[in-house]
């Protein structure tokens, strides 16, 4: 991708980010921030449901827009409920999708990337990416229960910067500190571009 086009991207994403974080702080119930937030969390699922026949996601896209619609019917505008319940949401059926790889008899999904990718696999590495599957299924789960306990404990606009602001960095960071640690500890895996975890990513059906 060229420095301009990712330079865009980057820029683009940033400034969802800030106008998603001021939108819940200070704007939670406002029918824009409803459309800002939940928008794009339901329309690529309407999509992978209708168009790729993803049934899980065209039932979490029904689920999500009924309940939007008996939320705004009922007259209830307190949305901070349903923010928490969509990015716990996400990152439960993220997880759910690295640890049902896990099971017996199953390839573990980044296992199953990774041997798209790479022309030698050892075992070795068939071991490290099986270690990192489970260990983005741990990710996952912190993330849900950081949001619970400071949805409980801490006031709103602190929940609002964590979803918005610091679960893309902690995301981020978890994708850098592993890069760096994956080959120091395993050097025989080969340099690959992000376009080509993409298309395994999509090759693999996920």
């Known amino acids: 991708m060229p420095h301009w086009r990712l330079l865009a991207v980057a820029a683009a994403f940033l400034g969802y980010v800030l106008l998603s974080w001021s939108l819940m702080t200070w704007w939670p119930n406002s029918p824009w921030a409803v459309v800002t937030l939940l928008g794009p969390v339901i329309v690529p699922l309407l999509v992978a449901g209708v168009v790729k026949g993803h049934r899980l996601a065209l039932a979490g896209a029904l689920l999500a827009v009924a309940l939007l619609a008996g939320l705004l019917y009922t007259g209830n505008t307190d949305m901070d409920r349903l923010y928490v319940l969509q990015h716990a949401s996400i ?5 759910w999708g690295f640890a049902v790889t896990l099971r017996p008899g199953a390839t573990p999904l980044i296992t199953l990337l990774a041997e798209r990718i790479h022309r030698e696999f050892t075992p070795a590495m068939r071991a490290y990416t099986r270690w990192l599957t489970g260990l983005w299924v741990g990710y996952f789960v912190a993330m849900i229960v950081v949001s619970f306990a400071l949805y409980l404990l801490a006031p ?13 960095l902690a995301a981020a960071l978890f994708f850098a500190v592993e890069h760096v640690l994956r ?18 990513w999509r090759a693999s059906g996920h």
């Open 183 to 200: 080959y120091w500890r395993h050097p025989e895996f080969e340099r690959v571009s992000l376009a080509q975890v993409v298309r395994a």
């Open 91 to 95: 990152h439960a059926l993220l997880g």
């Open 156 to 168: 709103w606009p602190w929940w609002a910067f964590f979803c918005n602001v610091l679960t893309p």
